[in-house]
């Protein structure tokens, strides 16, 4: 079965500072993966997703993400984190045959001022 | 912002009794999806729905069913509510599964007491 971990329940950086989220995964095949970040009491929007192809994604809000298939990861980046990051954020991984998404247990980011 | 909407937004009820959450959408999206969110997991998919009258188990299904009548509109209903069911409910829907980002309501708050 597949699963998605992510490490760190929560991270606190400074504003200004780089952030990576780490996420790894397993899956019996190349899986499709996806970052969404939920802000405080909302929904969860989409803030990028690999398919195939290139294997760094551009996403929105200023984000990246690198899969790779080696490490069996999909870690997220950013280069400089804004006081609106603050968030939640989940690492998902999509069956490439069926419908079922797999939600990593997701990462609090606090941003110090 | 994708055409979905949930009702109610908020619901207190007690032990034994019948709930029923809907969604809503306006995209005409084959597939919709409903997940519930409690701290430390995630998001874990309930019940699912590729199609009118075509609804399938998620990863925890028990003690919920659900219905779909037309395609606008996924009901999941509580049969005899539980408190191990208050939770963060949310329906989710997508064009093609697997391939297409899952797009997500806003949520409901169910407390069971």
């Known amino acids: 079965a597949q699963s998605v971990t992510q490490p760190d329940i929560h991270i606190t950086v400074s504003e200004g500072a780089s952030l990576e989220l780490r996420c790894n995964y397993s899956?019996?095949?190349?899986?499709?993966l996806f970052w969404y970040v939920q802000s405080p009491g909302q929904g969860l929007q989409l803030l990028l997703k690999y398919f195939s192809g290139d294997t760094l994604v551009q996403g929105i809000k200023g984000f990246e993400a690198e899969f790779k298939r080696s490490q069996s990861s999909f870690n997220l980046r950013k280069p400089s984190v804004h006081w609106s990051d603050a968030a939640e954020y989940f690492c998902?991984?999509?069956?490439?045959?069926?419908?079922?998404?797999?939600f990593g247990e997701g990462t609090q980011l606090t941003v110090n001022p | 912002d994708a055409g979905i909407t949930q009702s109610p937004r908020h619901k207190v009820t007690e032990t034994g009794t019948p709930v029923t959450l809907r969604c809503h959408q306006t995209?005409?999206?084959?597939?919709m999806y409903w997940y519930r969110q409690d701290p430390g997991h995630g998001l874990r998919l309930i019940h699912y729905?590729?199609?009118?009258?075509?609804?399938d188990k998620g990863e925890v299904s028990d003690g919920y069913s659900v219905s779909r009548s037309k395609t606008e509109d996924f009901l999941l209903t509580l049969e005899s509510a539980t408190s191990s069911q208050t939770s963060v409910y949310f329906c989710a829907i997508a064009g093609l599964a697997g391939q297409e980002t899952q797009y997500f309501g806003p949520g409901t708050r169910l407390l069971v007491l």
């Open positions: 729905s590729y199609g009118v009258k075509d609804t």
């Open positions: 998902v991984l999509v069956e490439t045959s069926g419908s079922r998404l797999t």
């Open positions: 899956y019996g095949a190349t899986p499709y």
């Open positions: 995209e005409n999206h084959r597939y």
